[in-house]
């Protein structure tokens, strides 16, 4: 019966980090070098990465220039340039 | 001039009975979630969150939230210890529950987390001010030394096993899971996965093995007061960092804490009830100074209004009335249930528990959480029935936690 388990744990393990690698989300990391906001899009900028990570919200963001975040999301392509479609950030900091 | 005095009473009457009315709601709301196997705060205050809009006066939304997390902290182990069904804050809370459960004392395990809770208040009244200002300045060395702290507190648990190979599997598995289960955009990811891991393991075990519960003593606690004081101390430590570092939650706060120092059942049963009040209570303080949440309770309050010191006043004033109503009313409900916990069949319960956990499961996670908490469920099963002590199975929060805090 342990063994039965532990085998089934171990596939149903494989299958759910299979499942992650496949619908997960991507991810950018970084420190903040600036944020505009423009009519719900709000756009950030960090330090090291070239790519904008771009925000469809009309909240105002509890961010600031500076912190280090990770930003969750997709990669997409607007006008030829690639920008980061957010869903979540995460910041880093508390000061 | 005698109608203007007269209607700024009336004003401040209506407000009052609104204030009033809404804290009761808070205690009534948490207490629902408390009983409710599985359901945990931050999914209620997620659930609630349209409802606070629509309330005109955000005092009154911030008193409904405040009293309805912190009567949660104190109600929510009655289902862990006589049910073995937790929420993510209480998961731990099972173990030992349980073992007092069996021996007619789970009441006594109630009241012991209460002590924990009741200590909770007055330590974060105390504390607050004081991490306020030392947090801040030793931040980024923390920032750097946790996840090696965490690996030196993993490889301590794993130490302590006699079946220390099998134990490390387990602890492996139950953080390859933990990835996995973070990994997958999920709503309430952490409700399979402590559910599974602690609650449904635990239910299934009782189940086969046809546990019977024994009539449970009402009895006074008897803990001499230095017992208390370790737990306190500990607590006053350890919790507040779960109010500043994202990712630290009252489960991982417990883990550390215990591995400090040696804590028997009793004191660990008041350090869970303990870091689960103080780390709901700062995380309102932390909010308020530097407007970060930690906890859901905390996000949904920050989503409503910016907090000010005004409103500060009202959450210390909520936290202490409120735990003034939780601590008679936790003790009421342990009470019910003691005396009719072995009136019903203890399987027919676990089987009634471990549906209405799959429902919940389905409702909030959708079908990839239901192949969650299955994986956890047996995995947590493989840990019982090796005799591998639960506690690894926390490997599935401490490994995604040290990724994150690896400073690489």
């Not at chain 1, 989300?25 to 944020?35: A, L, N």
């Not at chain 2, 007092?100 to 789970?106: D, I, K, Q, T």
């Not at chain 2, 965490?150 to 134990?167: C, H, N, P, R, V």
């Not at chain 2, 306190?232 to 120092?261: D, H, K």
């Amino acid at each position: 019966m342990k063994k039965v388990l532990l085998i089934i744990s171990i596939i149903l393990i494989l299958i759910l980090l299979f499942i992650s690698q496949i619908i997960k989300q991507e991810k950018i990391r970084g420190k903040i070098i600036s944020i505009s906001y423009n009519n719900n899009i709000i756009i950030i900028n960090l330090e090291n990465n070239q790519t904008p990570i771009i925000i469809f919200t009309s909240q105002l963001l509890n961010i600031k220039k500076g912190e280090n975040i990770t930003a969750f999301g997709n990669f997409e392509n607007y006008k030829n340039q690639p920008q980061f479609i957010a869903d979540k950030i995460i910041s880093h900091q508390t000061k | 001039m005698h109608n203007k005095k007269y209607n700024r009473y009336k004003a401040f009457y209506k407000i009052m009975i609104e204030i009033i009315i809404f804290f009761l709601l808070g205690i009534l709301a948490g207490t629902i979630a408390g009983l409710l196997p599985g359901i945990h705060t931050n999914l209620v205050s997620a659930l609630l969150l349209p409802l606070f809009f629509s309330i005109q006066n955000p005092v009154s939304a911030i008193i409904f939230i405040t009293s309805m997390a912190l009567t949660n902290t104190f109600i929510d182990f009655i289902p862990s210890i006589y049910l073995s069904a937790p929420d993510e804050d209480t998961a731990l809370g099972v173990m030992p529950g349980h073992k007092f459960l069996l021996r007619g004392y789970a009441h006594q395990a109630v009241l012991l987390t209460l002590i924990g809770s009741s200590l909770a208040v007055i330590i974060s009244l105390i504390i607050t001010p004081l991490f306020i200002l030392i947090i801040p300045k030793i931040y980024s060395f923390i920032n750097r030394m946790l996840s090696f702290l965490l690996i030196w507190i993993s490889i301590f648990l794993l130490s302590k096993e006699k079946q220390k190979i099998m134990a490390a599997i387990i602890f492996i598995l139950a953080g390859f899971l933990g990835l996995a289960s973070l990994n997958i955009p999920i709503n309430q990811p952490l409700l399979p996965l402590l559910t599974g891991l602690f609650g449904s393991s635990a239910l299934i075990c009782s189940i086969k093995q046809k546990t019977k519960i024994p009539e449970q003593k009402i009895s006074r606690i008897s803990i001499d007061k230095k017992q208390i004081l370790k737990p306190a101390f500990l607590t006053a430590i350890i919790s507040p960092l779960c109010s500043f570092f994202p990712g630290l939650g009252s489960s991982q706060a417990a883990i550390i804490a215990s591995s400090i120092s040696k804590l028997s059942r009793k004191q660990f049963l008041i350090l869970l009830g303990s870091i689960n009040t103080v780390v709901i209570s700062v995380s309102f303080i932390t909010l308020f100074l530097i407007n970060k949440s930690r906890t859901g309770a905390a996000a949904a309050i920050q989503q409503i209004i910016q907090l000010t010191s005004a409103h500060v006043i009202y959450i210390i004033i909520t936290i202490i009335l409120a735990s003034a109503v939780s601590i008679p009313l936790t003790i009421f409900l342990s009470k019910f249930f003691a005396k009719n916990i072995n009136k019903m069949s203890y399987t027919a319960i676990s089987i009634i528990i471990l549906i209405f956990l799959t429902i919940i499961t389905i409702i909030f996670s959708g079908f990839l959480g239901l192949l969650i908490f299955i994986t956890a469920t047996a995995l947590g099963l493989v840990a019982i029935f090796t005799q591998i002590r639960r506690t690894n199975l926390m490997g599935s929060l401490l490994i995604p936690t040290i990724i994150i805090y690896l400073p690489i």
